[in-house]
Nanobody, 122 residues
Framework: QVQLVESGGGLVQAGGSLRLSCAASGRTFSRYAAGWFRQAPGKERDFVAAIDRSAGTINYADSVKGRFTISRDNAKNTVYLQMNSLKPEDTAVYYC???????????????WGQGTQVTVSS
């Protein structure tokens, strides 16, 4: 069993930056791929970024390429999402997720955090 806790969300002006963290419990952190997803009110949960077990392969949604960076520190059991040049349309609840397969599909992930709110004002 893996438990995930996100942190780092908040309110920021357009053009600003935030860094989200996802801390995982358990000793099997390095066995899992990790992903970040987001969900705005009234919309579906969308893929943001994913990283494989060794951080050798990374994938981003087109909407965040060049602005967001996903990374992981297996020694600290933590996955990060650095978000730069934030836009109002980035406003959403952000979730981290772990699964055996790196994927852009939310259904591939077995464990989810509780989410952290990111609000970008114009």
């Amino acid at each position: 069993q893996v438990q995930l806790v996100e942190s780092g969300g908040g309110l920021v002006q357009a053009g600003g930056s935030l860094r989200l963290s996802c801390a995982a419990s358990g000793r099997t952190f390095s066995r899992y791929a990790a992903g970040w997803f987001r969900q705005a009110p009234g919309k579906e949960r969308d893929f943001v970024a994913a990283i494989d077990r060794s951080a050798g392969t990374i994938n981003y949604a087109d909407s965040v390429k060049g602005r967001f960076t996903i990374s992981r520190d297996n020694a600290k059991n933590t996955v990060y999402l650095q978000m730069n040049s934030l836009k109002p349309e980035d406003t959403a609840v952000y979730y981290c997720a772990f699964g055996m397969t790196m994927s852009s599909g939310w259904y591939e992930y077995n464990y989810w955090g509780q989410g952290t709110q990111v609000t970008v004002s114009s």
